[in-house]
């Protein structure tokens, strides 16, 4: 549960972490102890229209519905999180903040290619959505 209307999918960054979390659904859906993930570390959510968005709050709300936990084959619990919007940005800066967060993780980031090529492969996608989705 959130109080921001996100265009999925959409882009998670945290602080200080070396993931990227491209997604599609199920933001706020935890397992159990999971609630950790959204409250250690400050996040950012930039969506497939430019917005981008802060995380304010996250307290955790209950059990989530059997639907989201017969997905993942255990009791799912649901967050309750509270995003501030901040900006609207172009593309241009969200492949800029993509490929510093990858410069800064590149230990991480080195199985799947050189900086040149990653570099290269971001700055040929031609919108929000398909950056995020070459991301996941």
Known sequence: MTNANFKYPILLIKE???FLYGMNSNL???SKG???FYTKKKIWI???NGKQFE???AKLN???NWKSSLRFFQQ???MNLQFEEKSKIELTELKEIVIEHIKKHKRHWSSIGT???ISEMINTQRSYSDLITKLK
């Open 62 to 64: 209950g059990k989530a």
């Open 46 to 48: 930039y969506d497939s």
């Open 28 to 30: 706020g859906i935890v």
């Open 115 to 117: 900086l040149d090529g």
């Open 76 to 78: 799912m619990y649901e």
């Open 16 to 18: 200080n972490d070396k």
């Open 34 to 36: 999971g609630e950790s």
């Open 55 to 57: 995380l304010k709050k």
